[in-house]
């Protein structure tokens, strides 16, 4: 930050003098505020380690500032003189104002971010193998938390794990959900007004929350899982515009998860939207498991479909056993490299997931239910498949049944014949996710009608569907991100003062 930037900022803020030996903020505090040293210089302390020492014309913070986290480090004052302070509020406001403030900052708080989950914060300890523990491990990577993981824990059995253990308070069995309300992540109501209610992050939804909060809506994003959706199981987006190399979901959801902290969407995960109550069409109210309500002016839904099972008998089992998957993240990917696995379906996903575990040296069986594989994967995938030497592909065939004791060791195809496999990764579609949006129209496969006038717009006025929620949608992300941002010129139609009737 140049002279000049640091002066802008510096206005935002109050000066104090410091001394030496006191702490700007501590691990495990539940917020802190940002600091620009004047004169003052300051070191970064965990766990009794100086890890960064910082002087005049330095700032203090990192992500936490912008989505209410914990703190991860100490900052003591070791030479006295002047800091400025910027509170949350005041932090907003330069960002707001400042787009050169902004970016600077936000990359700032990336990086560092980087460097504490690499260097692993101590305010977030879990205990237990995270090769076992799956939803929470990909929760915590979803959400940029960080976190360092132990074997044992005193006091703690292996009927305990997976452990948490933040601030001293040992969360036994610990879930992302309860990670979260500990950590202050899930939604609590304030006074604060509401224009726009986001249920699902993934694309669709982080689009819409960054388009609608960066048009002056003040905006919340829920979503039940982590942030990204399908997308963020991705191993690699390879059609999606400006990466000349592809991008994989995770690092797209991280870019997207900045952009919304940047334009102030308030993001709460896992927070799953249990109903919509509309008694009053212009106030529509989503409902939140645990109770808490929020009152809005609109509701975008993006909650996207869910993975269709096979009716096979040990599917549950192998299933809670890690052995069917329906994601080719990395952990994913990197649990079954060199083994032999089964890959179930005829669409992209299940191509990208076949060439992801080839690279890592799986030897992959494909099964595909049509007699042509390419009638719904694209032909740059079929002509990568076909020409690998680790991917066999059996065309008109199923799974009928699976084969082991705790963990999968085979699969039995149409025609009894048996693959050897240690894992399944499932891709046979979705069934959309509208349990919580009684008293919308859908078309009969469930996807949610959106018949006008505004595009996007359901049978109800204020509520709009975007992503694979939508009946008619492409299942793509590029179409997903453009769903959002186009609902959210809807939204603003549908505030300014006369709501379209919707068609019938
Ligand atoms: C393995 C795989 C690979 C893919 N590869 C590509 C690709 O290469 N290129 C491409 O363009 N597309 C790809 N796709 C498709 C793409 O990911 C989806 O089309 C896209 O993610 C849809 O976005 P969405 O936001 O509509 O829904 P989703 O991504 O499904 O997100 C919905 C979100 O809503 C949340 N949610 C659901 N119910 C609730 C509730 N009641 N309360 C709160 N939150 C809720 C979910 O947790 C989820 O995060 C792939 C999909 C998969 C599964």
């Given at each position: 930050m140049n002279d000049e930037q640091f002066r802008r900022l510096a206005a935002y803020g109050q000066a104090e003098h410091a001394v030496p030996g006191r702490d700007l903020f501590t691990t495990g505090d539940r917020s802190y505020d940002l600091f620009l040293l004047e004169t003052a210089a300051v070191e970064i302390v965990r766990d009794q380690r100086?890890?960064?020492?910082?002087?005049?014309?330095?700032?203090?913070?990192?992500?936490?500032?912008l989505t209410g986290q914990h703190v991860y480090l100490t900052g003591r004052v070791i030479s006295a003189g002047t800091v400025i302070r910027l509170g949350a509020a005041n932090l907003r406001r330069a960002l707001a104002e400042h787009a050169d403030l902004a970016d600077l900052l936000i990359e700032a708080f990336r990086q560092r971010r980087e460097v504490i989950r690499t260097t692993a914060g101590t305010a977030l300890r879990l205990v237990g193998r995270p090769d076992t523990a799956?939803?929470?491990?990909?929760?915590?990577?979803q959400l940029l938390l960080p976190h360092a993981w132990q074997e044992t824990y005193p006091g703690l059995t292996p009927d305990d794990l997976p452990a948490a253990v933040i601030d001293r308070t040992v969360l036994r069995r610990a879930t992302p959900?309860?990670?979260?309300?500990?950590?202050?992540?899930?939604?609590?109501?304030?006074?604060?007004?509401?224009?726009?209610?986001?249920?699902?992050?993934?694309?669709?939804?982080?689009?819409?929350?960054?388009?609608?909060?960066?048009?002056?809506?003040?905006?919340?994003?829920?979503?039940?899982?982590?942030?990204?959706?399908?997308?963020?199981k991705t191993a690699r987006i390879e059609n999606h515009l400006g990466f000349s190399h592809g991008i994989s979901g995770d690092e797209l959801t991280r870019l997207a998860m900045l952009r919304a902290l940047k334009f102030n969407v308030r993001i709460h995960s896992p927070c799953t939207a249990t109903a919509l109550?509309?008694?009053?069409?212009?106030?529509?109210?989503?409902?939140?498991?645990?109770?808490?309500?929020?009152?809005?002016?609109?509701?975008?839904?993006?909650?996207?479909?869910?993975?269709?099972?096979?009716?096979?008998?040990?599917?549950?089992?192998?299933?809670?056993?890690?052995?069917?998957?329906?994601?080719?993240?990395?952990?994913?990917?990197?649990?079954?490299?060199?083994?032999?696995?089964?890959?179930?379906?005829?669409?992209?996903?299940?191509?990208?997931a076949a060439l992801s575990l080839a690279a890592h040296n799986a030897t992959v069986d494909l099964i595909v239910r049509g007699t042509r594989v390419g009638a719904r994967m694209s032909t740059y995938l079929?002509?990568?498949?076909?020409?690998?030497?680790?991917?066999?592909?059996?065309?008109?065939?199923?799974?009928?049944?699976?084969?082991?004791?705790?963990?999968?060791?085979?699969?039995?195809?149409?025609?009894?014949?048996?693959?050897?496999?240690?894992?399944?990764?499932?891709?046979?579609?979705?069934?959309?996710?509208?349990?919580?949006?009684?008293?919308?129209?859908?078309?009969?496969?469930?996807?949610?009608?959106?018949?006008?006038p505004l595009p996007f717009q359901t049978s109800t006025p204020r509520v709009f569907a975007v992503g694979d929620l939508r009946a008619g949608s492409t299942k793509r992300v590029a179409t997903a991100v453009g769903d959002g941002a186009g609902a959210v010129s809807s939204v603003h139609t549908a505030l300014a003062a006369r709501l379209p009737t919707p068609a019938t």
């Open positions: 100086v890890i960064f020492r910082a002087g005049p014309g330095d700032f203090l913070g990192e992500l936490g500032l799956l939803a929470l491990r990909t929760y915590l990577a959900g309860a990670v979260a309300e500990a950590l202050g992540l899930t939604y609590r109501p304030d006074d604060r007004e509401v224009d726009l209610v986001v249920v699902g992050a993934g694309p669709a939804g982080l689009a819409a929350a960054v388009y609608a909060a960066s048009e002056g809506l003040s905006t919340v994003l829920l979503d039940r899982g982590g942030i990204g959706g399908q997308a963020a109550d509309l008694t009053d069409p212009h106030r529509p109210t989503v409902q939140l498991d645990g109770g808490a309500r929020i009152r809005c002016r609109a509701v975008i839904a993006a909650t996207g479909a869910n993975y269709r099972r096979l009716d096979i008998p040990g599917w549950a089992a192998f299933e809670r056993a890690g052995c069917i998957r329906y994601a080719a993240t990395e952990p994913d990917v990197r649990d079954y490299a060199n083994q032999p696995v089964t890959v179930l379906g005829g669409a992209n996903s299940a191509g990208q079929v002509d990568r498949i076909r020409a690998h030497p680790l991917i066999r592909l059996h065309l008109g065939s199923t799974v009928d049944a699976l084969i082991g004791g705790d963990t999968l060791s085979g699969v039995v195809m149409s025609r009894a014949e048996t693959l050897d496999s240690r894992a399944l990764f499932c891709f046979i579609g979705a069934t959309p996710e509208t349990s919580w949006l009684t008293g919308v129209a859908t078309d009969d496969n469930g996807f949610l009608r959106t018949p006008g």
